[in-house]
């Protein structure tokens, strides 16, 4: 499975990105919905993101896919724009969300949340990093960064991602076709609670 492939197969035209990063996947599914001819895309991180080198703006610039996205860069939490995303929608507006930003058990899983109030019935969730942990960041020869310096070893050691897809999206009776395909857990909002 492949970003591309469900995007196609399932129609989906109203995508929601949480993670921007340089726009790798951002400019990669703009493509998609360019190719098919229609579709949105709005992806969210924070303003870190500006710094990168190519950031998400140079990328969808040198591919002439702007037109496909709508970026939003914030100072703090991308759970913020989630909140004035559900403010100015009434109802559910996206077909499908990329999670792969904060990989922390706090953002990721209230973020999931939040997503659940803007997903429409039928549409798809994809968690990126199931198996990621924040140990994996410790250089051997580079000082420890300040913030995990202080984060508990239990927390370090732990795929947060991966227990949010188990505790949260899994044991969730609002998603079905639940299937963890290499480091990615894909599931479906149902379409009818009955």
Not at 113 to 130: E, M, N
Request: glycine share 6%; aromatic share 10%; with cysteine.
């Amino acid at each position: 499975l492949s970003l591309g492939a469900l995007i196609k197969r399932e129609g989906l035209s109203s995508l929601l990105e949480l993670g921007t990063f340089h726009g790798k996947s951002t400019a990669y599914m703009a493509a998609v919905l360019e190719a098919m001819g229609r579709g949105t895309l709005v992806t969210i991180d924070r303003i870190d993101a500006e710094a990168k080198n190519p950031n998400v703006y140079q990328m969808l610039r040198s591919l002439e896919l702007s037109h496909r996205v709508q970026v939003y860069l914030e100072p703090r939490s991308l759970t913020w724009r989630l909140m004035r995303l559900i403010e100015e929608h009434e109802s559910p507006c996206f077909d499908f969300c990329y999670f792969d930003a904060g990989h922390s058990w706090d953002v990721t899983g209230f973020a999931f949340f939040l997503v659940d109030r803007l997903l429409k019935p039928g549409g798809w969730v994809i968690f990126d990093d199931l198996d990621w942990t924040y140990e994996r960041m410790i250089k051997p020869d580079e000082p420890v960064p300040d913030f995990l310096s202080r984060m508990p070893e239990e927390e370090r050691r732990t795929a947060q991602i991966g227990k949010v897809w188990d505790l949260l999206v899994s044991r969730s009776t609002g998603y079905e076709r639940h299937e963890v395909i290499n480091s990615w857990g894909v599931a479906r909002k149902r379409i009818s609670s009955a």
